[in-house]
């Protein structure tokens, strides 16, 4: 089984751009999808990006579409999103997913990282 260990978030102003990493420990990281999710103050988990195992399919909240993209090295073990164009509603607490199949909802998810921090201010 995949531990996963998310970096990159931080503060940024509106309009800005961060790249979130998750690294992923163990051989068997391309038996999963993955996936981003969020969770901002007082709000529920919402599902953000995934990608299919071998990175062929993505699938995006319309949220975030166009404007972030989500990637996967399986040589590296390490799943990425790249966020473009912030808006301060896009502040939350993102966190990484590893699961069976390629979906936006977290039951999908068996596996999840502590998450990282992003705050983007007007």
């Known amino acids: 089984q995949v531990q996963l260990v998310e970096s990159g978030g931080g503060l940024v102003q509106a309009g800005g751009s961060l790249r979130l990493s998750c690294a992923a420990s163990?051989?068997?990281?391309?038996?999963?999808?993955m996936a981003w999710f969020r969770q901002a103050p007082g709000k529920g988990r919402e599902f953000v990006a995934a990608?299919?195992?071998?990175?062929?399919?993505?699938y995006y909240a319309d949220s975030v579409k166009g404007r972030f993209t989500i990637s996967r090295d399986n040589a590296k073990n390490t799943v990425s999103l790249q966020m473009n164009s912030l808006k301060p509603e896009d502040t939350a607490v993102y966190s990484c997913?590893?699961?069976?199949?390629?979906?936006?909802?977290?039951?999908?998810?068996?596996?999840w990282g502590q998450g990282t921090q992003v705050t983007v201010s007007s």
């Open positions: 990608i299919s195992r071998r990175g062929v399919s993505t």
């Open positions: 163990g051989r068997t990281f391309s038996n999963y999808a």
């Open positions: 997913a590893a699961g069976g199949t390629l979906a936006a909802t977290t039951i999908s998810y068996n596996i």
